[in-house]
C-alpha cells in the first residue's frame, strides 16, 4: 500500500467511525500536511458517491440532506463530486441529467478551493462522515450504470405548453389572470393523462406505475407534504412523505407523475407568494404572530386545494366517461375511460404498498389563527385549478 492510501486510510479511520470533534481533528490534521493525497481523497468522495446511487439515492436527494445537515461550502462540495463522479457513465436514468442540470442552475460553478489545508480536509470528512451513514432507501429507478438507454426524446409539446402558462401564472401579479393560467395548465394535464391511459388500454401496452421523489423543504414541511399529497391524490398518484430525508415519493404511471411535479411546484409557489402578501397585511394590522400565522395559512392553502383538485378530478373523469357513452349511442367506438382508470389504480396502489408496506400517520398540529386560515382558503379558491369549459366552477 502507497503511503497516499495510508495517510488516507488512516485519516479516514480517525475521522469518519465516531461522532465528536477530536477524530474529525486528527484526520484533517494528516490530510492537511498531505497535499499529496488530494486527488485519492476525492476519488474516495466520488465512490462513496457511487455506493449511495447503489442505495437507492439519486443527486438531487444527497444535496437535499447534505444542505439540510451541513452547511453551504459541504453542498457545494457534494454538488462538484456529483458532477466528477456522473463523468463516469455513458447514459444516465430518467430525471438525473435534470437534477444534474438543477445543480448548475441553482449553485452555480465549481467551488472555490478553502485558502487553508486544514479547512479544506475537515469540509470533505464532514460530508465523508454523512455520506458513509446514508441507509439503503427504496430505489425509484436504476442506478447510473445499469439503465438501458432507450431513444432520446424531446419532451412532449403539452408539457411546455404547461411549464409556460405556470411560469406565467407564478409570474403575474393578478389573481385573475393566474387563476386562468393555472386552469388551462389544469386541463392539458387532465386530458393528456386519460389520453396516455386509454391510448396504453388499447394498445395493450406494458405500461406499469414508476416513481419519483420530491423534495419537501423547510420550513412548514407538513403543509407542503399535506399540498403534495392532495395534488398527487388528484392525478391519480400516492405520496409518501419521509420527514426525516426531506422528500416525498411519488408513485404513479410516467405522465400522472409529471402532471404532479409541475402542478405542486406551481401551486407552492403560487400560495407562498399569497401568503406573503397576505402576512404583510396582518403586519400592517398591528399582528405580529408571524411563524403560526404561515404555518395556519399553507395548512388552510393544502386542505383547501386539496378539496378543489379532487372535485376536478371527478369532473375531468366523468365529463370522458359521459362522452364516450354519448359515442356508443351514436354507432361509433369511443373507450370509456372508468375501468382503464380503475386498473391503473389498483397498479399504483399495488406498487406504493410493495415500495412501502409500513407506513405511519403524523397528526398535523399548528392550525391556531384564524385569519391564517381564512386568508389561506381564500388563496386556494384564487388558485381555481378546475379546466374552463368543463363542467361547472367548484365551491
Excluded at 168 to 196: C, F, I, N, V, W
Excluded at 278 to 303: C, I, M, P, V
Aim: glycine share 8%; hydrophobic share 40%; charged share 25%.
Amino acid at each position: 500500500m502507497g503511503s497516499t492510501d495510508s495517510v488516507i486510510d488512516d485519516a479516514f479511520a480517525a475521522a469518519l467511525y465516531g461522532d465528536g470533534d477530536e477524530g474529525l481533528d486528527t484526520g484533517a490534521s494528516l490530510l492537511a500536511a498531505a497535499p499529496g493525497s488530494d486527488a485519492e481523497l476525492r476519488r474516495r468522495g466520488e465512490e462513496y458517491l457511487s455506493r449511495a446511487w447503489r442505495g437507492g439515492w439519486q443527486p438531487a436527494d444527497v444535496v437535499r440532506l447534505v444542505r439540510r445537515a451541513l452547511e453551504e461550502p459541504h453542498v457545494r462540495l457534494a454538488a462538484d463530486l456529483i458532477r466528477a463522479e456522473m463523468r463516469a457513465y455513458a447514459h444516465l436514468p430518467p430525471r438525473w441529467t435534470e437534477q444534474l442540470a438543477g445543480l448548475d442552475r441553482d449553485l452555480g460553478p465549481e467551488a472555490a478551493r478553502p485558502r487553508d489545508r486544514f479547512s479544506y480536509a475537515t469540509t470533505h470528512l464532514q460530508l465523508y462522515r454523512l455520506l458513509l451513514r446514508l441507509p439503503p432507501i427504496e430505489p425509484v429507478g436504476p442506478p447510473p450504470g445499469e439503465s438501458v438507454p432507450g431513444p432520446v426524446e424531446g419532451e412532449p409539446r403539452m408539457l411546455t405548453r404547461v411549464r409556460a402558462l405556470l411560469a406565467k401564472a407564478e409570474a403575474t401579479g393578478y389573481p385573475e389572470e393566474a387563476e386562468a393560467l393555472t386552469a388551462k395548465a389544469q386541463e392539458l394535464m387532465a386530458r393528456h393523462s386519460l389520453d396516455e391511459a386509454l391510448l396504453a388500454a388499447r394498445t395493450h401496452a406494458k405500461d406499469v406505475p414508476g416513481a419519483c421523489r420530491v423534495g419537501v423543504d423547510a420550513p412548514y414541511e407538513t403543509a407542503k407534504a399535506i399540498l403534495l399529497d392532495s395534488v398527487a391524490a388528484a392525478n391519480h398518484c400516492r405520496a409518501v412523505w419521509n420527514e426525516a430525508f426531506g422528500f416525498s415519493t411519488v408513485v404513479g404511471f410516467e405522465p400522472d407523475l409529471e402532471a404532479v411535479e409541475l402542478l405542486y411546484t406551481s401551486l407552492l409557489v403560487q400560495g407562498t407568494a399569497a401568503m406573503t402578501k397576505a402576512e404583510a397585511g396582518q403586519r400592517a394590522a398591528g399582528r405580529k404572530r408571524t411563524k403560526t400565522f404561515r404555518q395556519t395559512f399553507l395548512l388552510a392553502y393544502a386542505h383547501r386545494i386539496g378539496a378543489r383538485l379532487a372535485r376536478a378530478g371527478e369532473h375531468a373523469v366523468k365529463e370522458a366517461a359521459e362522452a364516450a357513452e354519448a359515442a356508443g349511442a351514436a354507432g361509433g367506438s369511443a373507450a370509456s375511460p372508468l375501468p382503464v382508470l380503475a386498473a391503473r389504480d389498483v397498479a399504483v396502489s399495488g406498487r406504493a404498498e410493495r415500495m412501502f408496506p409500513e407506513t405511519t400517520t403524523t397528526r398535523v398540529r399548528g392550525a391556531t389563527v384564524g385569519e391564517g386560515w381564512a386568508h389561506g382558503t381564500a388563496a386556494a379558491d384564487r388558485a381555481h385549478v378546475t379546466p374552463r369549459g368543463r363542467g361547472p366552477a367548484l365551491p
